[in-house]
């Protein structure tokens, strides 16, 4: 059983990280997620760091549900904005609209996903395969329900992420391919959503919220891990 995990790495695009029957199987990397999703052939289910479903009015259940898990980590979950702020092409604009609807401003943090956002969600809209998680949520579950006290990118954090990870089967070689220029993070991230895609594939996955909110497509606006 194939799966892929997929995060966002800055000007590279997205590095995606493969598994099969859940152990490493090998690392993609592509400018377009549409284009990096059809090399990976043959991949029963894809999970994707990144906000895929909105709501139409207030913040997601699930960033929020995810922020009360994580404790320490939380800060790592930005609140996503409600769909018509998405549909604003200035920041001030898109924050005002948010302002409407949640009461408080989209942070522009938040808005610097817009170009990832938008690619994520016209694949997820047109391949059902596709899942949002979040690898804090999902290195919080390998760590057996306790939120990591180091950030990603220092080297505690990173050496913690890469042992949770070979414990689970996933061993990373120092040698990766087309990761090899990937940051270190970004390649630990795109790991732990390969290890949600195949809990999800075995149906052993969890999420958030427990009662998720329809997408004004009519698919589930929730985070798997």
């Not at 199987?25 to 549409?34: E, Y």
């Not at 594939?201 to 997408?215: C, L, Y």
Request: positive net charge.
């Amino acid at each position: 059983m194939d799966v892929l995990g997929v995060d966002a790495c800055g000007k590279q695009g997205w590095v995606g990280i493969r598994l099969t029957d859940g152990a490493y199987a090998g690392s993609l990397v592509g400018i377009r997620l549409d284009s990096l999703i059809e090399r990976a052939a043959g991949v029963r289910v894809i999970a994707v760091d990144m906000p895929l479903g909105l709501v139409e009015k207030g913040w997601r259940a699930a960033d929020l549900a995810a922020r009360a898990l994580l404790g320490v980590r939380r800060g790592s979950v930005f609140l996503i904005a409600p769909r018509p702020a998405w549909q604003e092409r200035e920041y001030v604009a898109a924050a005002d609209r948010c302002q409407e609807l949640t009461g408080n401003r989209l942070s522009r943090q938040a808005w610097a996903l817009a170009p990832k956002l938008f690619e994520a969600r016209a694949c997820w809209l047109a391949d059902q395969r596709l899942h949002e998680v979040h690898p804090e949520l999902s290195f919080r579950t390998l760590a057996g329900g306790v939120p990591l006290t180091h950030p990603k990118k220092t080297w505690r954090g990173q050496h913690l992420r890469r042992s949770l990870l070979a414990g689970a089967g996933i061993v990373l070689p120092d040698a990766l391919g087309e990761a090899d220029r990937v940051p270190a993070d970004d390649v630990l991230d795109a790991a732990v959503a390969a290890w949600s895609a195949h809990r999800i594939a075995r149906g052993t996955a969890g999420r958030v919220p427990e009662a998720p909110e329809p997408d004004a497509e009519g698919r589930a606006v929730e985070i798997r891990f």
